[in-house]
């Protein structure tokens, strides 16, 4: 896990990364590209020093560039969601099986691999609204589990089994108009494996959740 980027005269030199609870500095030798995620790749930057300057003061932490747009301008963007049924099993024959969920959790916590380790989305594409748009203005995406259940049946309950042959996709608008942001309030040192029961635990929530709601 990257904890933070160490610089030197300006340039990114090195990434340092907690690897089984030990600290390890990986030197570059040519560039280092930042891909942490919309909420990670910020964090690190402020926690290098790299954003608002005002952050960097307030946790203590040496200033290396005051770069107020570093967390700032996060959009979010509605979509046109579309769901078709496949010929084939998807994870829907998974994700709709508490007992299959529980194993997806805890293959995921042994071995990081499984259902749990994908993103939430497995193909994508960019592409035009109108065929005379300057560039891309809409994006695609597909996911494997189709991200729905039915309505409730009579006397199942709220997690009654979901089709296990259906596959989810939407449209959505490359450039959004509502923008967010999110600063560095405090800093938290988790452990890797305590890193992974929290997102799975999260992720377990997030089904619970959604099979209530469904």
Known sequence: MATRIETADGRAVAVHVMQKGEAIRLAASCEIILSA????SPQIL???GIGPDAISQRHGIDAVLDQPNVGLHLSDHLGINY????????LNAILGSWPWVALAGLRYL????????LGVNQLGGL????SNAPRPDM???ISIPSLIA???KAGVGPFCPIVNQALFSALTPVFPIALA?????ILIGVSRRALMAITCWISVIWMILWRWCG
């Open 181 to 185: 942001g999110l600063k560095l309030r």
């Open 139 to 141: 994006q695609i995406y």
């Open 150 to 152: 039915p309505p409730r």
């Open 46 to 48: 402020q926690l290098c």
């Open 37 to 40: 995620g919309v909420v990670n």
């Open 127 to 130: 592409l035009r609204a109108q």
């Open 110 to 117: 042994l071995q990081k691999k499984g259902p749990l380790s």
């Open 83 to 90: 769901y078709q049924k496949a010929n084939q099993p998807t």
